[in-house]
């Protein structure tokens, strides 16, 4: 029981890094599927975890209390509620702190893209000393940054705001108010751009180095195909019910599951926190072969399959504030 639950934590995160195609591609871009997958990237990473120490309880490996009380409070309420809280108020005053500076200083022009790693650096390490979730808290403050930049912007257009032709320099943005959001949130998709060529790279060799034939195991035959052609559509079937997606756009949902670093990560981490070594083996076995088989398969159908979405309708809705 407890093994299961945790390969299930362990495969749960999707990793949008090792297929850009299907991401945002600007920051107006409120395309359903794309901002549908986006967003699911970016909080599955954190909702995980509970059950990544719910598993590591079973397992009698970590203290879940009687009855999993201190799993449920500790590990998912507080862990939880903490990590969203921190990050969603670091986010909102470094936010209204930045475009408070641009537009009435014309200070902190420029250089966004250490300002996000800078917080996201101090959402991580706070949450972590608060012993809440690391990767809520920076998703939470990434939602929280954005908020405020879009609301003090005005800006709601779908096409991405252009830096005023007068700017002395291509990395200087405007101090206006309403684009000094806008050109903030342009320059760190590019830069997030540029990392994730740079994390494909990193991803597939780490990958490529851990492989062996002896990690091959008879299980993967009939678990991966009931992964990707069964598990993964019917839950976000059952997710998405009720919501404006077609069916069309619930099946690429469906499909575009691909794992990739968040795996790697809950795997050493269960590793390193007392998982028994006789389901050592067979766990990192399973996981590198569903990794390496989602990169290949989901790496090779992302491009085509985009193309073919756009040709049947894809459209440019009204923006989401």
Avoid at 188 to 198: C, D, G, K, S, Y
Avoid at 242 to 247: D, E, F, I, V
């Amino acid at each position: 029981m407890g093994a299961a639950v945790l390969l299930g934590a362990i495969l749960a995160p999707t990793d949008p890094v090792l297929a850009s195609d299907k991401q945002v591609e600007h920051p107006f871009d409120s395309n359903p599927l794309r901002f549908s997958l986006t967003g699911e990237a970016g909080w599955n990473d954190g909702t995980a975890f509970p059950f990544v120490m719910l598993g590591l309880g079973l397992l009698g490996v970590h203290d879940v209390g009687w009855g999993g009380w201190r799993w449920l409070v500790v590990d998912v309420l507080w862990a939880g509620m903490a990590g969203v809280a921190i990050g969603a108020l670091l986010g909102t005053c470094i936010g209204r702190l930045v475009v408070y500076l641009r537009a009435a200083h014309r200070e902190a022009l420029g250089l966004d893209e250490f300002l996000t790693l800078g917080l996201i650096g101090l959402s991580y390490g706070a949450a972590l000393l608060c012993h809440a979730y690391g990767f809520l808290a920076v998703f939470a403050a990434g939602l929280a940054m954005r908020r405020i930049e879009a609301s003090r912007s005005g800006n709601r257009t779908a096409e991405p705001v252009r830096a005023p032709k007068q700017a002395p320099h291509p990395h200087v943005v405007s101090p206006e108010p309403q684009h000094a959001g806008g050109h903030r949130a342009q320059a760190v998709l590019h830069f997030n751009e540029q990392l994730e060529r740079i994390g494909e790279v990193g991803v597939v060799v780490t990958i490529g180095a851990m492989l062996s034939w002896e990690l091959l195991m008879p299980e993967a035959l009939w678990f991966l195909p009931l992964l990707f052609l069964f598990i993964r559509p019917v839950s976000v079937e059952l997710a998405l019910l009720g919501s404006s997606l077609s069916g069309t756009e619930r099946r690429f949902v469906g499909w575009f599951g691909i794992r990739g670093v968040g795996s790697l990560y809950y795997l050493l981490y269960t590793i390193n926190n007392g998982l028994p070594e006789h389901l050592a083996p067979r766990l990192v076995a399973i996981t590198l072969t569903v990794v390496t088989i989602s990169i290949f398969m989901h790496g090779i159908s992302v491009t085509p399959l985009m193309a073919l979405y756009g040709r049947q309708g894809e459209s440019i809705r009204e923006p989401w504030p």
